[in-house]
């Protein structure tokens, strides 16, 4: 029992940080319409970027700050002067943009950072660490809450949060009344990139830190977004933690941990078989 | 101003005026160019020609841009917000505003105008009538406090009884806060009424013109549009 509940708290550990990196993946969804393939990249380029300002001496929090700061202004970056161009090209063609990006962020890390391991320090004090949980998995857990909610109060309570929502969801009567949509997108992928470079952060101390890290948490992310439903920003939640849990339970009971990541792709692609729009979903219909 | 979508032109020179603080209904029949005089005013069609607004040359300018001179737009479909409810989707019509409190109180307003509104006030607007998703554009593009309010088939899908409690509200809010507004409607009696000029246009060029009182007499009007 005790191994049970064990497992079940580490997988909440690291199901908050898919959760995080599931909600990054719904909102550039929610303005896209398209799974943006090279967030986990974003967020691995954002963790080398804290290590060098770690490693150049500066405080573990002002380095987390600072590269939140600067993965956000990358992500604006990165649509306006990537995205922006292929905003009415055909999907195929907007995948293969996505495509680029990640194969061309993996590259430049590779070349600058070198493909060695490294590893990527942990902030939080043994003293947050209980019977059950380190200390990390403690700390990792409280900051991505910390972040879902204030993401949460962002979008549900301030004006320009609502307008975010407005533009992703219907961009002509948004210009109607005023918003100037093509910055809402853009601070939408601000915004993502910020929060994959927090999740980036919290799981380098765990799988370390090197170019091809983020490929296994962006499966499980993933799953976790279609699971929830991929235009649900709660589902991705629930959807995360939840493919937390089921991996660890599997791994440890019935799979062994060679078999894990079989988890996420099982999952995928039974959601897409069984139910397309995920739990909390919206089911979409379309006159052909 | 002429105006098209992609190759096919639409408006062929058409040129009107409106007069600050009054109503104008531009009147005509399917496919003439109302919707899209509407549109090309606001920038969602690219217009040719000369587009002023209080003396500002407004054509070619952006959608949004256009909204925040104070020109509010009720749209073709009603451009409902659907995802959300409906007090964001009246908090989003006063995005471009500055004055939060006037805001809170001109939701209310709206609530007044329309108490079904307010009964639905934490439903997604999506699940609303046809009826309140009209009532809901119109109090959306009230709520940008507008100098001047374009307004697409306002009656469109609503009951007799509710356009004529629309169209009263509409005459109120021109005679108390002077918002000039520009109509279109199939309904050319009931524009009329409310209208202080009109213009009737035909494929894409204005045919007549006039006070709507001259114009409801009109025998070629009463005739085409009226039906008496």
């Not at chain 1, 974003?42 to 490693?55: E, G, K, R």
């Not at chain 2, 509200?169 to 409607?185: T, Y």
Request: glycine letters at 10%; one cysteine or more; hydrophobic letters at 55%.
């Amino acid at each position: 029992m005790e191994a049970v509940l064990l497992q079940v708290l580490a997988g909440l550990a690291t199901g908050s940080i898919y959760a995080s990196l599931a909600l990054a993946l719904v909102m550039i969804y929610q303005a896209t319409h398209l799974v943006n393939f090279a967030q986990g990249e974003m967020a691995m380029f954002a963790t080398y970027i804290a290590w060098s300002l770690v490693n150049a001496g500066m405080g573990y929090w002002p380095a987390f700050l600072l590269t939140v700061l600067i993965a956000f202004v990358l992500g604006v970056l990165i649509e306006r002067v990537v995205i922006r161009p292929v905003e009415n090209a055909p999907v195929l063609a907007v995948v293969v943009v996505f495509i680029g990006l990640l194969v061309i962020l993996n590259s430049i890390a590779g070349w600058i950072f070198s493909y060695t391991i490294k590893s990527f320090p942990s902030p939080f004090p043994a003293a947050l660490g209980i019977r059950y949980m380190s200390p990390h998995q403690v700390g990792a857990l409280l900051v991505t809450l910390l972040v879902l909610a204030l993401l949460y109060v962002f979008f549900r309570f301030t004006p320009l949060g609502l307008a975010m929502r407005a533009a992703a969801q219907n961009p002509v009567s948004s210009r109607l009344v005023g918003i100037r949509v093509g910055w809402m997108l853009a601070l939408g992928w601000g915004l993502a990139a910020a929060v994959g470079a927090i999740a980036g952060m919290m799981v380098a101390p765990i799988v370390y830190l090197d170019p091809n890290m983020m490929a296994g948490i962006l499966l499980y992310a993933f799953a976790a977004a279609l699971l929830g439903g991929i235009d649900s920003p709660g589902g991705a939640v629930v959807g995360g933690l939840v493919v937390g849990v089921l991996e660890n339970l599997l791994g440890a009971f019935v799979i062994g941990n060679e078999l894990k990541l079989v988890v996420a792709l099982v999952l995928i692609v039974g959601v897409l078989l069984v139910r397309p729009s995920g739990f909390f979903g919206s089911v979409q219909v379309s006159r052909v | 101003m002429r105006a098209s979508y992609g190759a096919t032109r639409v408006l062929h020179g058409l040129d009107f005026r409106l007069q600050e603080k009054s109503v104008t209904a531009l009147l005509g029949a399917n496919g003439a160019g109302k919707t899209t005089t509407l549109r090309a005013l606001c920038g969602m069609v690219r217009a040719e020609g000369e587009i002023r607004f209080a003396g500002e040359r407004i054509g070619g300018r952006r959608t949004e841009d256009i909204a925040r001179l104070g020109i509010a737009h009720v749209p073709d479909g009603r451009g409902t917000f659907l995802h959300l409810t409906t007090e964001e989707n009246l908090r989003l019509g006063a995005y471009a505003r500055k004055d939060r409190p006037a805001v809170a109180r001109d939701i209310e307003r709206m609530y007044a105008y329309f108490p079904r509104l307010k009964e639905r006030r934490r439903q997604q607007a999506g699940t609303l009538s046809g009826g309140e998703q009209q009532m809901l554009a119109v109090s959306r593009a009230l709520m940008l406090g507008p100098k001047l309010l374009l307004l697409d088939e306002p009656s469109f899908g609503l009951a007799p009884l509710v356009v004529r409690e629309l169209f009263g509200i509409l005459r109120s809010v021109n005679a108390e806060s002077g918002v000039s507004m520009l109509l279109v409607e199939q309904n050319a009696a009931m524009a009329l009424e409310l209208a202080d000029h009109a213009c009737v246009i035909e494929t894409g060029r204005v045919v007549r013109s006039g006070s709507a009182a001259e114009l409801k007499h009109d025998d070629a009007v009463r005739r085409a549009y009226l039906g008496y």
